[in-house]
T-cell receptor
Framework: AQSVAQPEDQVNVAEGNPLTVKCTYS??????LFWYVQYPNRGLQFLLK??????LVKGSYGFEAEFNKSQTSFHLKKPSALVSDSALYFC?????????????FGTGTRLQVTL | NAGVTQTPKFQVLKTGQSMTLQCAQD?????MYWYRQDPGMGLRLIYY???????DKGEVPNGYNVSRLNKREFSLRLESAAPSQTSVYFC???????????FGPGTRLLVL
């Protein structure tokens, strides 16, 4: 079965500094990988995805993610963090079994950006 | 274009009561999903529907039933609520293919 792991429950960073939220994956076949963000009391919002092609994927709100096949990682990055980036971030992998594409989510990483 | 909508936003039930969570999408998506979100556990798939007329179990289906009423609507029913079903429930939809899912705002359920 496909799976993703987010090794950090929380990441703390100062505003203006670069941020990285880590994700590693385990799949059979080619991975389809996603990042979502959840603000307090809201649903999940899609940030970006990797299907194929360039290893650096650009997404919403200035976020990007780097796909690394040899390290089976898909880390989320942003060059300069904002306080408004504080939220819960989920990595997910597509699992095509049965009759539909499903997403398997990691346990989430809380990003705290401080002034 | 409202995207994915869910009702109610918040519900309190007593153990043994039943209720139905409603979900609708206006994006003409084929697939719809129900998840529950619990602290430290991420999102876990309860049931999904690849297309109108089909439903399948996800990771944690016990205690739940679903109905894909039409292409737009996908409901989740708790027949006899238990405290272990206290959670936040999210509905999502997607066009088939690469699997990007779009989420509703969630229903917060408390079972006493």
């Amino acid at each position: 079965a496909q799976s993703v792991a987010q090794p950090e429950d929380q990441v703390n960073v100062a505003e203006g500094n670069p941020l990285t939220v880590k994700c590693t994956y385990s799949v059979s076949g080619n991975p389809y990988l996603f990042w979502y963000v959840q603000y307090p009391n809201r649903g999940l919002q899609f940030l970006l995805k990797y299907i194929t092609g360039d290893n650096l994927v650009k997404g919403s709100y200035g976020f990007e993610a780097e796909f690394n096949k040899s390290q089976t990682s898909f880390h989320l990055k942003k060059p300069s963090a904002l306080v408004s980036d504080s939220a819960l971030y989920f990595c997910a992998v597509r699992d095509v079994t049965g009759t539909a594409s499903k997403l398997t989510f990691g346990t989430g990483t809380r990003l705290q950006v401080t002034l | 274009n409202a995207g994915v909508t869910q009702t109610p936003k918040f519900q309190v039930l007593k153990t043994g009561q039943s209720m139905t969570l409603q979900c609708a999408q206006d994006m003409n998506h084929n697939s719809m999903y129900w998840y529950r979100q619990d602290p430290g556990m991420g999102l876990r798939l309860i049931y999904y529907s690849a297309s109108e007329g089909t439903t399948d179990k996800g990771e944690v289906p016990n205690g739940y039933n679903v109905s894909r009423l039409n292409k737009r609507e996908f409901s989740l029913r708790l027949e006899s609520a238990a405290p272990s079903q206290t959670s936040v429930y999210f509905c999502a939809s997607s066009v088939e293919g690469y699997g990007t899912q779009y989420f509703g705002p969630g229903t917060r359920l408390l079972v006493l």
